[in-house]
Protein backbone atom coordinates (compact mmCIF):
# COMPACT_ATOMS: atom_id res chain seq x y z
CA UNK A 1 0.00 0.00 0.00
CA UNK A 2 3.03 2.40 0.15
CA UNK A 3 2.09 5.86 0.43
CA UNK A 4 -1.41 5.08 0.97
CA UNK A 5 -0.91 3.39 4.37
CA UNK A 6 -0.70 6.19 6.25
CA UNK A 7 -3.76 8.35 5.28
CA UNK A 8 -6.88 8.84 6.98
CA UNK A 9 -10.20 8.01 5.13
CA UNK A 10 -12.76 10.25 5.29
CA UNK A 11 -16.53 10.30 3.68
CA UNK A 12 -17.49 12.87 1.44
CA UNK A 13 -19.64 15.26 3.21
CA UNK A 14 -23.41 15.63 2.37
CA UNK A 15 -24.44 12.45 2.95
CA UNK A 16 -28.11 11.20 2.98
CA UNK A 17 -29.04 8.00 2.24
CA UNK A 18 -33.31 8.23 2.23
CA UNK A 19 -33.36 8.99 -1.60
CA UNK A 20 -31.22 5.99 -2.15
CA UNK A 21 -32.85 3.62 -0.04
CA UNK A 22 -36.34 4.25 -1.72
CA UNK A 23 -34.85 3.76 -4.85
CA UNK A 24 -32.75 0.75 -3.87
CA UNK A 25 -36.13 -0.72 -2.77
CA UNK A 26 -37.83 0.20 -5.91
CA UNK A 27 -34.71 -1.96 -7.81
CA UNK A 28 -35.07 -4.55 -5.53
CA UNK A 29 -38.50 -5.17 -6.46
CA UNK A 30 -37.46 -5.19 -10.46
CA UNK A 31 -34.97 -7.06 -9.52
CA UNK A 32 -37.90 -9.78 -7.73
CA UNK A 33 -39.95 -9.66 -10.88
CA UNK A 34 -37.59 -10.12 -13.67
CA UNK A 35 -35.05 -11.85 -12.09
CA UNK A 36 -36.69 -14.76 -10.41
CA UNK A 37 -34.55 -17.97 -9.87
CA UNK A 38 -31.16 -17.98 -10.85
CA UNK A 39 -28.81 -14.67 -10.04
CA UNK A 40 -28.35 -14.32 -14.12
CA UNK A 41 -25.93 -10.46 -14.69
CA UNK A 42 -24.25 -7.76 -13.21
CA UNK A 43 -26.85 -5.34 -12.63
CA UNK A 44 -27.83 -2.86 -10.17
CA UNK A 45 -30.89 -4.62 -9.55
CA UNK A 46 -29.07 -6.97 -7.50
CA UNK A 47 -27.92 -4.14 -5.01
CA UNK A 48 -30.29 -4.22 -2.34
CA UNK A 49 -28.44 -4.20 1.16
CA UNK A 50 -32.31 -3.51 2.79
CA UNK A 51 -33.10 -7.48 1.78
CA UNK A 52 -30.69 -8.05 4.31
CA UNK A 53 -31.82 -8.71 7.49
CA UNK A 54 -30.11 -6.82 9.90
CA UNK A 55 -31.38 -9.51 12.87
CA UNK A 56 -29.59 -12.35 11.41
CA UNK A 57 -27.18 -13.97 13.96
CA UNK A 58 -23.71 -12.79 13.87
CA UNK A 59 -20.75 -14.82 12.69
CA UNK A 60 -18.64 -15.20 14.73
CA UNK A 61 -15.09 -17.64 13.88
CA UNK A 62 -12.91 -18.10 16.90
CA UNK A 63 -9.24 -17.09 16.79
CA UNK A 64 -6.45 -17.37 18.57
CA UNK A 65 -4.41 -13.68 19.80
CA UNK A 66 -2.22 -14.23 17.24
CA UNK A 67 -4.49 -15.10 14.04
CA UNK A 68 -6.77 -11.90 15.56
CA UNK A 69 -3.50 -9.09 15.30
CA UNK A 70 -2.34 -10.97 11.61
CA UNK A 71 -6.61 -10.17 10.71
CA UNK A 72 -6.22 -6.26 12.13
CA UNK A 73 -3.09 -6.03 10.07
CA UNK A 74 -4.37 -7.25 7.20
CA UNK A 75 -7.44 -4.92 6.93
CA UNK A 76 -6.25 -2.31 8.66
CA UNK A 77 -4.56 -1.21 4.99
CA UNK A 78 -7.34 -2.48 2.87
CA UNK A 79 -9.41 0.24 1.26
CA UNK A 80 -12.80 -1.89 1.48
CA UNK A 81 -12.69 -1.89 4.94
CA UNK A 82 -11.53 2.09 5.40
CA UNK A 83 -14.94 3.50 5.72
CA UNK A 84 -16.19 1.55 8.27
CA UNK A 85 -16.61 2.24 12.42
CA UNK A 86 -15.31 0.62 15.03
CA UNK A 87 -18.06 -1.61 15.34
CA UNK A 88 -18.43 -2.47 12.28
CA UNK A 89 -14.80 -3.46 12.00
CA UNK A 90 -15.63 -5.46 14.99
CA UNK A 91 -17.79 -7.69 13.48
CA UNK A 92 -15.29 -8.00 10.28
CA UNK A 93 -13.00 -9.09 12.71
CA UNK A 94 -15.38 -11.82 14.26
CA UNK A 95 -16.47 -12.83 11.25
CA UNK A 96 -13.12 -13.77 8.80
CA UNK A 97 -12.34 -16.74 9.10
CA UNK A 98 -8.29 -18.37 7.73
CA UNK A 99 -7.94 -20.22 4.89
CA UNK A 100 -4.60 -21.49 3.33
CA UNK A 101 -4.68 -22.30 0.24
CA UNK A 102 -1.94 -24.41 -1.84
CA UNK A 103 -0.55 -24.18 -5.71
CA UNK A 104 -2.89 -24.50 -8.34
CA UNK A 105 -5.83 -24.14 -6.06
CA UNK A 106 -9.18 -23.16 -7.66
CA UNK A 107 -10.14 -20.38 -4.66
CA UNK A 108 -12.88 -18.91 -6.95
CA UNK A 109 -14.54 -20.57 -10.47
CA UNK A 110 -16.13 -18.33 -12.64
CA UNK A 111 -20.03 -18.83 -12.95
CA UNK A 112 -20.02 -20.25 -9.81
CA UNK A 113 -22.95 -18.77 -6.90
CA UNK A 114 -20.67 -16.13 -4.41
CA UNK A 115 -20.46 -17.90 -1.23
CA UNK A 116 -17.40 -15.78 0.30
CA UNK A 117 -15.36 -12.77 -0.07
CA UNK A 118 -11.60 -12.88 0.17
CA UNK A 119 -8.61 -10.75 1.66
CA UNK A 120 -5.03 -11.82 0.77
CA UNK A 121 -2.73 -11.93 3.49
CA UNK A 122 0.27 -13.67 1.49
CA UNK A 123 0.73 -15.72 -1.79
CA UNK A 124 0.03 -14.57 -5.14
CA UNK A 125 -3.03 -15.43 -7.61
CA UNK A 126 -4.03 -15.58 -11.14
CA UNK A 127 -7.13 -13.97 -12.27
CA UNK A 128 -8.80 -15.57 -15.65
CA UNK A 129 -11.89 -14.81 -17.29
CA UNK A 130 -13.35 -17.85 -20.02
CA UNK A 131 -13.04 -16.31 -23.42
CA UNK A 132 -17.11 -15.44 -24.39
CA UNK A 133 -17.33 -17.25 -27.45
CA UNK A 134 -14.55 -20.27 -27.23
CA UNK A 135 -14.91 -20.48 -23.53
CA UNK A 136 -11.16 -20.63 -22.98
CA UNK A 137 -9.67 -19.34 -19.82
CA UNK A 138 -7.74 -15.90 -20.39
CA UNK A 139 -5.19 -14.86 -18.09
CA UNK A 140 -6.25 -11.08 -17.27
CA UNK A 141 -4.02 -10.34 -14.04
CA UNK A 142 -2.44 -11.01 -10.70
CA UNK A 143 -2.89 -10.31 -7.25
CA UNK A 144 0.38 -10.17 -5.90
CA UNK A 145 0.95 -10.60 -2.54
CA UNK A 146 -2.30 -8.25 -1.12
CA UNK A 147 -5.58 -7.04 -2.19
CA UNK A 148 -9.10 -8.55 -2.15
CA UNK A 149 -11.74 -10.40 -4.38
CA UNK A 150 -14.96 -12.34 -4.27
CA UNK A 151 -16.66 -9.43 -3.83
CA UNK A 152 -18.93 -8.65 -7.20
CA UNK A 153 -21.06 -11.63 -7.21
CA UNK A 154 -21.69 -10.62 -3.56
CA UNK A 155 -22.38 -7.21 -4.00
CA UNK A 156 -24.68 -7.45 -7.39
CA UNK A 157 -26.31 -10.95 -7.07
CA UNK A 158 -24.67 -12.40 -10.11
CA UNK A 159 -22.49 -15.48 -10.51
CA UNK A 160 -18.85 -15.46 -10.07
CA UNK A 161 -17.06 -13.03 -12.90
CA UNK A 162 -13.63 -14.44 -12.81
CA UNK A 163 -11.79 -17.50 -11.58
CA UNK A 164 -9.26 -17.29 -9.11
CA UNK A 165 -5.95 -19.69 -8.88
CA UNK A 166 -3.82 -19.64 -5.54
CA UNK A 167 0.07 -19.46 -7.84
CA UNK A 168 2.03 -20.56 -4.55
CA UNK A 169 1.72 -21.27 -1.04
CA UNK A 170 -0.68 -18.72 0.15
CA UNK A 171 -2.82 -17.37 3.00
CA UNK A 172 -6.42 -16.00 2.99
CA UNK A 173 -9.08 -13.97 5.01
CA UNK A 174 -12.85 -15.31 4.09
CA UNK A 175 -15.84 -13.39 4.79
CA UNK A 176 -19.33 -15.14 4.25
CA UNK A 177 -21.74 -13.53 2.23
CA UNK A 178 -24.36 -12.34 4.90
CA UNK A 179 -21.53 -11.05 6.25
CA UNK A 180 -20.73 -9.13 3.74
CA UNK A 181 -23.79 -7.87 2.51
CA UNK A 182 -25.04 -6.83 5.97
CA UNK A 183 -21.71 -4.34 6.59
CA UNK A 184 -19.73 -3.61 2.81
CA UNK A 185 -22.73 -3.12 0.51
CA UNK A 186 -24.78 -1.38 3.05
CA UNK A 187 -21.64 1.30 3.52
CA UNK A 188 -21.84 0.87 -1.01
CA UNK A 189 -25.18 2.08 -0.82
CA UNK A 190 -24.41 5.66 0.75
CA UNK A 191 -21.10 5.62 -0.78
CA UNK A 192 -23.16 5.67 -4.46
CA UNK A 193 -25.34 8.80 -2.96
CA UNK A 194 -21.89 10.64 -1.83
CA UNK A 195 -19.84 9.76 -5.74
CA UNK A 196 -23.08 10.33 -7.71
CA UNK A 197 -23.13 13.69 -8.45
CA UNK A 198 -19.35 13.86 -8.16
CA UNK A 199 -18.85 11.50 -10.78
CA UNK A 200 -21.22 12.94 -13.28
CA UNK A 201 -18.96 16.29 -13.60
CA UNK A 202 -15.89 14.31 -14.57
CA UNK A 203 -14.82 14.77 -17.70
CA UNK A 204 -12.92 11.14 -17.67
CA UNK A 205 -16.19 9.52 -16.78
CA UNK A 206 -18.75 10.79 -19.54
CA UNK A 207 -18.65 8.33 -22.08
CA UNK A 208 -19.89 5.96 -19.28
CA UNK A 209 -23.40 4.89 -18.47
CA UNK A 210 -25.19 5.93 -15.24
CA UNK A 211 -24.78 2.42 -14.15
CA UNK A 212 -21.21 2.03 -15.51
CA UNK A 213 -20.22 5.24 -12.95
CA UNK A 214 -22.26 3.20 -9.91
CA UNK A 215 -20.14 0.74 -10.34
CA UNK A 216 -17.15 3.04 -10.52
CA UNK A 217 -18.82 4.70 -7.11
CA UNK A 218 -18.81 0.96 -5.48
CA UNK A 219 -15.55 0.34 -6.01
CA UNK A 220 -14.29 4.16 -5.05
CA UNK A 221 -12.88 4.88 -1.65
CA UNK A 222 -11.94 8.68 -0.38
CA UNK A 223 -8.34 9.44 0.68
CA UNK A 224 -7.59 12.53 2.50
CA UNK A 225 -4.11 14.19 2.38
CA UNK A 226 -2.03 17.37 3.93
CA UNK A 227 -0.08 20.03 2.58
CA UNK A 228 3.25 18.09 1.12
CA UNK A 229 1.98 15.10 1.81
CA UNK A 230 3.28 12.29 -0.98
CA UNK A 231 0.22 10.50 -2.95
CA UNK A 232 1.96 8.23 -4.80
CA UNK A 233 5.98 8.03 -4.92
CA UNK A 234 8.04 7.50 -7.94
CA UNK A 235 9.96 4.54 -8.65
CA UNK A 236 7.12 2.21 -6.81
CA UNK A 237 4.63 -0.16 -8.23
CA UNK A 238 1.17 1.34 -9.48
CA UNK A 239 -1.28 -0.10 -7.85
CA UNK A 240 -3.86 2.51 -7.68
CA UNK A 241 -5.84 5.01 -10.14
CA UNK A 242 -6.70 8.75 -8.57
CA UNK A 243 -9.14 11.48 -9.27
CA UNK A 244 -8.92 14.99 -7.61
CA UNK A 245 -12.41 15.40 -5.48
CA UNK A 246 -10.67 18.56 -3.65
CA UNK A 247 -7.79 20.74 -3.38
CA UNK A 248 -4.52 20.49 -5.64
CA UNK A 249 -2.10 17.58 -6.89
CA UNK A 250 1.53 18.65 -7.90
CA UNK A 251 3.37 16.33 -10.48
CA UNK A 252 7.03 16.20 -9.70
CA UNK A 253 10.05 14.03 -11.69
CA UNK A 254 13.52 14.02 -10.59
CA UNK A 255 16.46 12.44 -11.55
CA UNK A 256 16.57 13.71 -15.48
CA UNK A 257 19.31 15.96 -14.73
CA UNK A 258 22.78 13.50 -15.04
CA UNK A 259 24.21 16.66 -13.13
CA UNK A 260 22.09 17.11 -10.74
CA UNK A 261 20.00 13.88 -9.99
CA UNK A 262 17.47 15.32 -6.97
CA UNK A 263 16.71 18.27 -9.23
CA UNK A 264 13.40 18.04 -9.40
CA UNK A 265 10.55 19.71 -12.48
CA UNK A 266 7.27 19.97 -11.84
CA UNK A 267 5.52 18.17 -14.42
CA UNK A 268 2.15 19.23 -13.86
CA UNK A 269 -0.86 20.26 -10.93
CA UNK A 270 -4.39 18.46 -11.09
CA UNK A 271 -7.70 19.94 -9.41
CA UNK A 272 -11.14 18.79 -9.32
CA UNK A 273 -12.22 15.92 -11.39
CA UNK A 274 -8.78 15.68 -13.07
CA UNK A 275 -7.10 12.26 -13.30
CA UNK A 276 -3.72 10.80 -12.41
CA UNK A 277 -1.82 7.98 -11.63
CA UNK A 278 -3.50 6.09 -14.87
CA UNK A 279 -0.28 6.31 -16.73
CA UNK A 280 2.14 2.97 -14.84
CA UNK A 281 -1.24 1.32 -14.45
CA UNK A 282 -1.80 1.54 -18.51
CA UNK A 283 2.04 0.52 -19.22
CA UNK A 284 2.46 -1.87 -16.38
CA UNK A 285 5.41 0.11 -15.32
CA UNK A 286 7.42 1.24 -11.63
CA UNK A 287 5.72 5.14 -11.42
CA UNK A 288 7.40 8.12 -13.50
CA UNK A 289 6.83 10.93 -11.42
CA UNK A 290 5.44 11.20 -7.75
CA UNK A 291 2.67 13.28 -6.83
CA UNK A 292 2.13 15.48 -3.74
CA UNK A 293 -0.67 17.30 -1.74
CA UNK A 294 -0.32 21.06 -2.29
CA UNK A 295 -2.56 22.44 0.69
CA UNK A 296 -4.98 20.20 1.81
CA UNK A 297 -6.83 17.45 -0.78
CA UNK A 298 -8.97 14.33 -1.69
CA UNK A 299 -9.03 11.98 -3.74
CA UNK A 300 -11.14 9.35 -4.82
CA UNK A 301 -9.05 6.16 -5.53
CA UNK A 302 -9.61 3.22 -7.22
CA UNK A 303 -7.41 -0.31 -7.28
CA UNK A 304 -5.72 -1.78 -10.45
CA UNK A 305 -8.14 -4.64 -10.77
CA UNK A 306 -11.12 -2.40 -10.51
CA UNK A 307 -9.76 0.56 -12.98
CA UNK A 308 -9.03 -2.69 -15.42
CA UNK A 309 -12.24 -3.86 -14.96
CA UNK A 310 -14.25 -0.14 -15.14
CA UNK A 311 -12.81 2.10 -17.08
CA UNK A 312 -12.12 0.20 -20.24
CA UNK A 313 -14.37 2.16 -21.91
CA UNK A 314 -12.67 5.43 -20.92
CA UNK A 315 -9.30 3.83 -22.15
CA UNK A 316 -9.05 5.72 -25.47
CA UNK A 317 -9.17 9.28 -23.38
CA UNK A 318 -6.70 7.57 -20.90
CA UNK A 319 -4.70 7.57 -23.60
CA UNK A 320 -4.90 10.45 -25.09
CA UNK A 321 -2.66 12.08 -22.43
CA UNK A 322 0.60 9.44 -23.05
CA UNK A 323 1.77 11.49 -26.09
CA UNK A 324 1.56 14.47 -24.18
CA UNK A 325 3.81 13.33 -21.29
CA UNK A 326 6.23 11.66 -23.90
CA UNK A 327 6.46 15.50 -25.29
CA UNK A 328 6.69 17.28 -21.83
CA UNK A 329 10.01 14.93 -20.96
CA UNK A 330 11.64 15.14 -24.03
CA UNK A 331 10.97 19.54 -23.51
CA UNK A 332 12.64 18.88 -20.36
CA UNK A 333 15.28 17.34 -21.87
CA UNK A 334 15.82 19.79 -23.98
CA UNK A 335 15.64 22.58 -21.21
CA UNK A 336 18.35 20.88 -19.85
CA UNK A 337 20.37 20.03 -22.43
CA UNK A 338 20.09 24.19 -23.08
CA UNK A 339 21.33 25.16 -19.49
CA UNK A 340 24.41 22.67 -19.00
CA UNK A 341 25.54 24.53 -22.69
P1 LIG B 1 -16.48 -12.21 -8.12
O1 LIG B 1 -17.35 -12.34 -6.94
O2 LIG B 1 -17.11 -12.08 -9.45
C1 LIG B 1 -14.31 -13.31 -9.00
O3 LIG B 1 -15.46 -13.43 -8.16
C2 LIG B 1 -13.56 -12.09 -8.60
O4 LIG B 1 -12.44 -11.76 -9.38
C3 LIG B 1 -14.43 -10.85 -8.77
O5 LIG B 1 -15.52 -10.92 -7.88
C4 LIG B 1 -13.41 -9.76 -8.53
O6 LIG B 1 -13.20 -9.59 -7.17
C5 LIG B 1 -12.14 -10.37 -9.12
N1 LIG B 1 -13.33 -8.77 -13.95
C6 LIG B 1 -14.09 -9.41 -13.05
N2 LIG B 1 -13.67 -9.77 -11.83
C7 LIG B 1 -12.41 -9.49 -11.49
C8 LIG B 1 -11.56 -8.82 -12.38
C9 LIG B 1 -12.05 -8.46 -13.67
N3 LIG B 1 -10.38 -8.68 -11.76
C10 LIG B 1 -10.48 -9.21 -10.55
N4 LIG B 1 -11.70 -9.72 -10.36
N5 LIG B 1 -11.28 -7.78 -14.64
C11 LIG B 1 -11.87 -7.61 -15.96
C12 LIG B 1 -10.96 -7.33 -17.07
C13 LIG B 1 -11.69 -7.12 -18.38
C14 LIG B 1 -9.99 -7.16 -14.34
C15 LIG B 1 -8.82 -8.05 -14.55
C16 LIG B 1 -7.52 -7.45 -14.07
Redesign the pocket.
Known amino acids: MGALANQDDEEMAGSDNDDHMDEAEEMALMARRTNAGRRKS?SAEGFDPDADDDDDERVIHPKTDGQRERLSKVIADMLIFSSLDTEQTQQVLDAMFERTVSPGEHV?D?G?D?DN??VIERGNFD?F?NDPVTKVPQH????KGSG?????????N???????IATDDGSLWGMDRTTFRRIIVKNAARKRKQYEDFLATVPLLSTLTPEERMKVADAMVTKNYEDGDVILRQGDPADYFYIVIEGEVVIRRRGDDPSNPDNEVVLNTYTNGQYFGELALIQNQPRAASAFAQGQCRCAVLD??????LL?PCKELLMRNIPLYEQQLSEIYQDLNMNSE
Open positions: VIEDGFYIIKGAYAFGELALMYCPRLATIVQAFERG
